[in-house]
């Protein structure tokens, strides 16, 4: 138990530490609150000068409330509970294997560090969004998990920052999930990653922009803001009532599997879900409604 009382305090100590070299330090490439404040402004640059929904004011509804949630869940979550969480979870599940002789490193299929350095991040890459994709599925497919991610659904009004409002409870499960998968692969170098990061949280941005973009043919591989859009219509197709489009990166997922539904262009489609004029408008009431919520039936 000591052990594990040490990991949750050096997780504070050090994630605290690392913020304030965030904040401090701005000449390392890899600045996570720097980029993401850069990949922000020059997104909502191009929503400014590129809207799709040219009637949506450029403080859209709830812009505050998303700008705030995207440093909240990026940064200040991480510090409240996240990393003291993973890292103990990691260790308890490492203590776990040991039991049964057992070590994660024995369920590795190869090292990435043997690799050519575009390979191991590709296959980094294709193997979390898959694993991710998966997750949103997930949450979509059970209630108690719905109720979790009701929260990103309750934007009525879409802009960069709605990718990032989530309820603090989703990162759990994502990171839950893609732990093992990833722990299969080995290890990566932390800048190596951020490479990766950076371009999903770039994707991320422009699926939920207030933008009119699909890529052309690189639709059917990448998610976009046409194709994004429907996974947020609050009228969904009786063939698909857990949801479509489930894409975070990549969109190739939705086609492969068929989960893709682009009827038309969904520019004035109503945003949301079934009964969400009854949903809290306010953060903290947003991050409460799972433990208060009615308790419904998991259908199958």
Do not use: C
Not at 50 to 63: E, G, V
Not at 149 to 165: C, I, T, Y
């Amino acid at each position: 138990m000591e052990k594990y009382l040490d990991i949750i305090k050096n997780s504070y100590s050090g994630y605290w530490n690392y913020l304030k070299h965030e904040l401090i330090d701005i000449n390392h490439w890899d600045n996570y609150f720097y980029g993401l404040i850069i990949i922000s402004i020059l997104v909502w640059i191009l929503e400014i000068a590129f809207p799709w929904r040219k009637n949506q004011a450029i403080f859209r509804k709830d812009f505050w409330l998303d700008t705030f949630y995207m440093f909240f869940n990026f940064f200040l979550l991480n510090l409240i509970v996240f990393i003291a969480l993973s890292n103990t979870v990691a260790e308890f599940f490492n203590d776990s294997l040991g039991l049964i002789g057992l070590n994660v490193k024995d369920f590795e299929l190869f090292d990435v560090d043997k690799l050519p350095k575009w390979l191991g991040l590709f296959i980094f890459f294709i193997v979390a969004d898959f694993v991710q994709w998966n997750t949103h599925r997930l949450l979509h497919r059970f209630n108690w998990l719905w109720n979790f991610h009701k929260v990103h659904h309750s934007v009525k009004e879409m802009g960069f920052a709605a990718h990032l409002r989530y309820h603090w409870m989703e990162p759990v499960m994502y990171k839950s999930l893609l732990y093992i998968p990833i722990a299969i692969i080995g290890g990566f170098d932390a800048q190596d990653v951020a490479i990766i990061h950076f371009f999903n949280i770039t994707i991320g941005h422009l699926n939920h922009a207030n933008l009119g973009w699909n890529y052309g043919f690189l639709k059917y591989i990448f998610n976009n803001p046409k194709m994004h859009i429907w996974h947020h219509a609050k009228e969904l197709p009786q063939h698909a009532r857990y949801g479509v489009n489930f894409g975070i990166t990549l969109s190739l997922w939705d086609y492969i599997f068929k989960t893709d539904y682009i009827p038309h262009d969904g520019r004035d489609i109503e945003l949301g879900f079934e009964g969400d004029e009854d949903f809290p408008k306010d953060f903290v009431s947003q991050e409460l409604y799972p433990a208060f919520s009615k308790k419904r039936k998991v259908e199958l």
